[in-house]
């Protein structure tokens, strides 16, 4: 599985984070993987803006990988669209702002 995780780390870079913790390496480990319910390994959980989206418990590589790529499409995608939203909002109050000024001028 290392390897694979590594290649998917390498695919992704600069889109999202992946983190790994090995049961094995002691208490704190196995505490967070009991506090996140974690029960197989391997598992892999997604998360967006810090609220988990989406799992996917065992070696299914094919499946975590698809996983993966839906959702950093949806993020960047949401991130695109409140970009443009917040352009819009910007344009309205430019304008807002001018015919204010015109108005003063007459």
Do not use: W
């Not at 967006?48 to 590589?61: E, F, M, N, T």
């Amino acid at each position: 599985m290392k390897p694979y995780y590594e290649r998917l780390s390498e695919k992704f870079v600069g889109r999202c984070s992946f983190y790994s913790v090995d049961g094995d390496s002691g208490l704190p480990a196995l505490k967070l993987l009991k506090d996140n319910g974690i029960r197989s390994v391997p598992t892999f959980k997604i998360y967006v803006g810090g609220k988990l989206v989406d799992s996917v418990i065992g070696a299914h590589l094919d499946q975590l990988e698809d996983t993966l790529e839906t959702e950093i499409y949806l993020s960047e995608k949401r991130a695109n669209e409140e970009e443009e939203e917040e352009e819009q909002q910007e344009k309205v109050i430019n304008r807002n702002e001018e015919e204010m000024v015109l108005e003063q001028q007459v």
